[in-house]
């Protein structure tokens, strides 16, 4: 028997769960009213099922409806400038560069037994100065809008920030976007040479 399997962007696919399952029951249900009823969407209109609660339960209907397709905007975390201006302050800028790359772990990791395994999100930054990683982290996929966040942290808990930052992916511009303009921080984008044979080395390229 052919086993059917979950796909959801960041996770591994997964067995159908219970609540899944009846989702999908009443999905097949309704395809097939739609495949009897359907109608030609016109300009700025759809065919649509719609439900309508009872005291037996759901009664659905088939409609017409106006419809206006919208390009969902990406949740963007807001630069904490207080703290911003806190590390300026109080850390010194020297002069080194930081090889920044942000990309999904190939390896699925599952936190629960029994729970989806998801693609976590790797970071790196090495150190030019140290030769060195100088800050890492494995983060949940629904966490890498907080990057930003961490970065500037870590500026705070180490007392320095570099004065240049390079990079190869839109990824990593994502995660110190705002920060470099703000730290006066240079950003040149191209081939990590020294990050990447590190992460070649642990099997990441």
């Known amino acids: 028997m052919a086993a059917v399997s979950v796909v959801q962007a960041g996770y ?88 920044i790359d942000v990309r999904s772990f190939p390896e699925p990791v599952q936190d629960q037994k029994d729970e989806r395994p ?26 890498e809008s907080d990057l930003p966040q961490m970065i500037i942290d870590y500026f705070q808990k180490t007392g320095y920030y570099p004065k240049q930052m390079n990079i190869q992916s839109e990824r990593a511009y994502n995660a110190i976007a705002g920060i470099e303009q703000t730290m006066g921080i240079e950003v040149k984008e191209g081939p990590l040479q020294n990050l990447n044979g590190v992460l070649r080395e642990m099997g990441m390229l």
């Open 12 to 99: 591994y696919p997964w067995h159908i769960e219970p609540e899944e399952a009846a989702e999908l029951m009443l999905a097949m249900e309704q395809v097939i009213e739609v495949v009897r009823e359907y109608e030609e969407p016109s300009e700025g209109r759809v065919f649509a099922r719609i439900p309508t609660m009872t005291n037996e339960g759901a009664e659905w209907k088939s409609k017409m409806i106006d419809f206006e397709y919208t390009e969902v905007e990406k949740e963007v975390q807001p630069l904490p400038f207080e703290q911003i201006r806190q590390v300026q302050a109080a850390a010194r800028q020297m002069d080194d560069v930081l090889e």
């Open 118 to 143: 998801h693609f976590p999100i790797l970071y790196v930054a090495f150190s030019q100065r140290m030769g060195m990683i100088a800050d890492h982290k494995m983060i949940h996929f629904e966490e």
